[in-house]
């Protein structure tokens, strides 16, 4: 670990262990003779079916919209849709919540992240 922390290629000795405890159980860890191992398991992304059966033809439409130009504003997407700028905003806010896509940037040069 020490060439490591030479070399630049570890921030510093013995923090590891910690952050994989705060994020992880003990459950993670499989210790044999020779060596541990960390089985590190991540939540899979939510599946389009899970996506239709929790939103409705609106929201759908609006997250279509945003993977083909996740630069649209919501005036864009209230002329596509045909549906109002506070219905589209009440949409948005309801997918943000949702953890299904976040607004990286600014209003006015942002973008929309599909989570």
């Known amino acids: 670990m020490r060439v490591f922390k030479d070399v630049g290629l570890v921030e510093q000795l013995g923090s590891g262990m910690s952050r994989i405890l705060k ?3 003990k459950s993670a860890f ?4 020779n060596f541990i191992k960390i089985t590190f398991h991540y939540k899979n992304k939510v599946s389009n079916d899970t996506l239709n059966d929790t939103l409705n033809k609106s ?12 630069k649209i504003t919501t005036k864009e997407i209230s002329a596509k849709t045909n549906l109002s700028d506070s219905t589209i905003k009440r949409h948005l806010v309801a997918l943000q919540n949702l953890n299904i896509i976040s607004r990286v940037g600014s209003k006015k040069t942002g973008y929309w992240k599909i989570n």
């Open 30 to 33: 499989e210790i044999l003779p």
């Open 23 to 25: 994020a992880y159980d």
């Open 59 to 70: 929201q759908i439409s609006i997250l279509n919209l945003i993977m083909k130009c996740p």
